[in-house]
Nanobody, 118 residues
Framework: QVQLVESGGGLVQPGGSLRLSCTVSGSIFSRSVMGWYRQAPGKQRDFVAHITSGGSTNYADSVKGRFTISRDNAKNTVYLQMNTLKPEDTAVYFC????????????WGQGTQVTVSS
């Protein structure tokens, strides 16, 4: 059984920082691409960042230079460090694990709210 548990969301002022965490149960973490998506009310769920099992990263243009994704394989945890937050970053942030396998099964976290407001 695979479960993703997120933490770290909250309310922050523009220009502030938050760090999201996502812990993954089971044995899939080390062979999974880990990523973050976000969804604002009335909007599509958008890609934010991902990191492969080998440590290769990719970011949406809107967050490049501000967000950093990382992973700790020993802790089965992926992080999203968010700096210089903007109001447009306000969204529910979802953690995803995608197995690097033939089936490429996906597992999603429950989402955590990030609100950037004065």
């Amino acid at each position: 059984q695979v479960q993703l548990v997120e933490s770290g969301g909250g309310l922050v002022q523009p220009g502030g920082s938050l760090r999201l965490s996502c812990t993954v149960s089971g044995s899939i973490f080390s062979r999974s691409v880990m990523g973050w998506y976000r969804q604002a009310p009335g909007k599509q769920r958008d890609f934010v960042a991902h990191i492969t099992s080998g440590g290769s990263t990719n970011y949406a243009d809107s967050v490049k230079g501000r967000f950093t994704i990382s992973r700790d394989n020993a802790k089965n945890t992926v992080y999203l460090q968010m700096n210089t937050l903007k109001p447009e970053d306000t969204a529910v942030y979802f953690c995803i694990a995608r197995e690097e396998s033939f089936l490429k099964l996906e597992y999603w976290g429950q989402g955590t709210q990030v609100t950037v407001s004065s």
